[in-house]
């Protein structure tokens, strides 16, 4: 895999609490860049802890969250940050200057019963989108 440009730059992913999408899209970016990028995330309320569930399926695929704590969404984070993706319907407030884009994952269909097949469907879909990602970040050329 090509890596990105050598040049650091910043993702910050936001979601609600911080506790699930957000943390999913670092952690399945992170497993995937090594260095280069810095790859961050936050929430407008953070919950008290990692989703279990979220940090379950997440490891199913090589990626780690287990040790991360959710996080408060600043504006010095929003400013700092290279590219701001919300994940989901948070409702981040506009800042001047600061572009934002939003991914909002698929709606896990009916026939899929459990809690757990709804999380990987999930994550599965956070994860396309992590790879169509990467190939943004990497520098022109390659």
């Known amino acids: 895999m090509t890596q990105p440009n050598s040049s650091s730059s910043t993702v910050l992913f ?3 609490t911080n506790g699930g999408k957000s943390q999913i ?3 399945l970016l992170r497993s995937s860049l090594g260095a280069g990028v810095t790859v961050q995330s936050a929430g407008l309320i953070p919950a008290q802890h990692i989703n279990e569930l979220a940090a379950d399926v997440v490891a199913d695929v090589g990626a780690d969250m287990r040790a991360e704590v959710p996080t408060a969404l600043t504006e010095e984070a ?3 940050a290279d590219r701001v993706i919300i994940v989901g319907q948070a409702q981040v407030p506009e800042l001047e200057g600061v572009t934002m884009e939003r991914w909002v994952p698929a709606e ?6 459990t809690e757990r097949e709804r999380m990987e469907f999930l994550r599965d879909d956070i994860a396309e989108r992590v790879r169509t990602l990467i190939t943004a970040l990497e520098p022109e050329g390659h």
């Open 25 to 27: 899209a670092a952690a």
């Open 108 to 113: 896990a269909p009916a026939a899929l019963g």
């Open 78 to 80: 929003l400013r700092a």
């Open 14 to 16: 936001v979601c609600n």
